[in-house]
């Protein structure tokens, strides 16, 4: 059974960075794709990074440039260091997981929440203007 769990959520000012982390655990598959999502209060679930088992990674408009999603696979952990934060970024920021049949039908390169099958927590991140 795969298991996620965030940490390294916090309160920042914008312009500032942070680094969140996920730690993975029983993700043993050969192709698989990680990524971290984020959901605002009142708004929908939004994909914000994907890593792919082939070391590839795909970004949403939103996050190019600030954000950098990365994996230690000796640690099993996954990270998403934000820099040039905005208030706009504030939310619930969650680690997702998904173990596609091949990356070429993965639905995770859409950054679809709905796609994915296992998830952390959430660790809340607070940019104050």
């Known amino acids: 059974q795969v298991q996620l769990a965030e940490s390294g959520g916090g309160s920042v000012q914008a312009g500032g960075s942070l680094r969140v982390s996920c730690a993975a655990s029983g993700l043993t598959h050969d192709t698989y794709c990680m990524g971290w999502f984020r959901q605002a209060p009142g708004k929908e679930r939004e994909g914000v990074a994907i890593?792919?088992?082939?070391?590839?990674?795909s970004y949403a408009d939103s996050v190019k440039g600030r954000f950098t999603i990365s994996e230690d696979n000796a640690k099993n952990t996954l990270y998403l260091q934000m820099n040039s934060l905005k208030p706009e970024d504030t939310a619930m920021y969650y680690c997702a997981a998904e173990v596609p049949a091949s990356l070429a039908t993965a639905t995770c390169r859409y950054l679809d929440a709905d796609g994915m099958e296992y998830w952390g927590k959430g660790t809340l991140v607070t940019i104050s203007s």
């Open positions: 890593i792919f088992s082939d070391g590839s990674s």
